[in-house]
């Protein structure tokens, strides 16, 4: 699919099946044919699970459970259009910070040394569960292991439903905080903005991922929805050091050091090459049928 191009059309699909029946003997089948997704499902999930758990047992590695939501953008249909895309509605764009009209896809990938396998993708509908009840869903649908599993999301994800089911399910998270966040430090409730207008730079130590540095505040103790959690607010080494340029991450574990929470939290960005690889080579975007 990649060395010879792929639209998402019926054409490409037949091309790739290999298959020496006429083309629209798969058009039929995908209208009309009575086919399990759920158990193609299963088998994705059960296969990527055990690469990645081999993985980590070969590495002595952690597991990682990524997972984040794009957007796949449709174009708006004219006011007599009879037949308008299912499910489709404006969506609040990140990339674009404006809405857009098409889908929201939630997905999970499992990550472990180098590997890094899909695991579970569903469409946002606006109608049904939220991308919050959808995460949580995707979590559980996760088997537990004896490897030590991380679940990495972005700022909008880590809600106390989220955190609770990974904590059910036995996962440390690692998150991005939102810099509105309120916590309870002391017992004194601020946000972690507020709290960043405190800080000076000496109280603050230096930290290198890869070729950044950064400067790290840590703050470890209870919090509103976590009885014991690591708080990092962090600024660029060499940029203006305020509280709008901080950045704040939280981790359920707290035997991690700084370098190891802000290197763990790096491996999101696995989530952000698989949507462009998916959007740009295997047409995830340019859809027309299920």
């Not at 004219?78 to 895309?85: F, N, V, Y």
Request: proline share 3%.
């Amino acid at each position: 699919m990649l060395s010879t191009g792929f639209t998402g059309t019926l054409t490409d699909i037949h091309r790739e099946s290999l298959q020496e029946r006429e083309r629209r003997t798969l058009s039929h089948f995908l209208t009309h044919g009575n086919w399990d997704a759920s158990y193609l499902k299963r088998v994705v999930q059960r296969v990527a699970f055990q690469q990645t758990e081999a993985c980590a047992r070969r590495e002595c590695s952690p597991m990682f459970v990524i997972l984040d939501d794009t957007l796949c953008e449709k174009t708006k249909p004219s006011s007599q259009a009879t037949h308008t895309i299912q499910g489709a509605s404006f969506q609040h764009s990140h990339l674009k910070r404006r809405h857009v009209y098409g889908h929201a896809v939630v997905q999970t990938l499992l990550l472990s040394g180098d590997q890094v396998f899909p695991f579970a993708t569903a469409r946002y509908d606006p109608q049904g569960e939220s991308k919050i009840e959808l995460a949580g869903d995707m979590i559980q649908a996760v088997p537990m292991s004896s490897c030590r599993t991380y679940v990495l999301l972005d700022s909008w994800y880590p809600s106390a439903f989220v955190l609770q089911t990974c904590a059910e399910r036995g996962f440390h998270v690692i998150s991005g905080l939102k810099t509105n966040r309120i916590f309870y430090p002391q017992g004194i409730r601020q946000s972690l903005q507020s709290l960043a207008s405190y800080i000076s730079k000496s109280d603050t130590d230096l930290v290198t991922i890869g070729s950044s540095a950064y400067r790290v505040y840590r703050y470890e103790g209870k919090l509103n929805l976590v009885e014991n959690s690591v708080l990092l607010l962090c600024w660029t080494e060499g940029e203006n050091f305020g509280p709008k340029q901080m950045k704040a991450f939280l981790s359920t574990d707290v035997s991690l050091s700084n370098e190891e929470i802000l290197s763990c939290y790096s491996k999101l960005w696995a989530i952000e090459t698989y949507f462009r690889t998916a959007k740009v080579q295997l047409a995830m975007d340019r859809y027309q049928v299920r």
